[in-house]
């Protein structure tokens, strides 16, 4: 019973591609978010939701584009797939302060 | 722009001494820190945090100390355990903005 789980793991695409990240969170919290740790190892925020609502959303290129469906999931849906968009993506939840956090996909960009 | 500076991109200490990990940060606005630690392969995951009206917080093996006037927190951990080799990333955050920004990491190598 994972608290916060995202699928897949693990994604390999290639260039041009359209590809989609899930993410749901059982702990009844209102705000997720989706973090990209780049090749430096730097955790960016991305996009932040309130209960379905957006709330933050980072200077991300709109290739990018969030869905909430419900407040317990967060999916990650990038158009025409760059090289430059291999990374680690992480999904969190979070009620007051803190962050509960996903283990991670990484996409590497062929 | 980093809000939030490890400057120590690794650490490796004794088993059994002290670890202490540094962070720094520029905006005054930040009100909240926290340090989250990260193994390979997995999300970070929360350790502890700190709110500005205390200069101190203790958890067991952890201790973070606070030093607004310097913009300067710490995360000590005594005594260090093998266990503890992994990736320490501090973070902050202003209550009125509900983002965290990250530091780049420091990565601990406790040795046996």
């Known amino acids: 019973d994972t608290a916060v789980s995202q699928t897949p793991k693990y994604l390999v695409t290639q260039m041009g591609n359209d590809k989609s990240i899930k993410c749901e969170q059982n702990l009844g919290h209102d705000t997720m978010y989706w973090y990209k740790q780049d090749s430096k190892k730097f955790l960016k925020i991305m996009f932040s939701y309130n209960n379905k609502e957006l709330i933050i959303n980072e200077t991300v290129p709109n290739r990018f584009s969030p869905k909430s469906p419900d407040k317990a999931h967060l999916n990650l849906h990038i158009n025409s797939l760059e090289l430059g968009d291999s990374a680690v993506y992480f999904c969190?939840?979070?009620?007051?302060?803190?962050?509960?956090f996903g283990s991670g996909t990484r996409l590497t960009v062929v | 722009d980093q809000q939030v500076k490890q400057n120590s991109p690794s650490l490796s200490v004794q088993e059994g001494r002290i670890s202490i990990l540094n962070c720094d940060y520029t905006?005054?606005?930040?009100?909240?820190f926290l340090w989250y630690k990260k193994y390979p392969a997995e999300g970070p995951t929360f350790l502890i945090s700190?709110?500005?009206?205390?200069d101190k917080n203790e958890d067991g093996r952890f201790t973070v100390f606070l030093n607004k006037s310097a913009k300067h927190l710490s995360l000590h951990i005594v005594p260090s355990q093998p266990g503890d080799s992994a990736v320490y990333f501090c973070a902050a955050k202003a209550t009125s903005y509900d983002k965290v920004i990250f530091g780049p990491g420091t990565s601990l190598s406790v040795i046996p």
């Open positions: 700190i709110s500005s009206i205390k």
């Open positions: 969190a939840s979070s009620q007051i302060h803190g962050y509960t």
């Open positions: 905006n005054s606005m930040f009100d909240y």
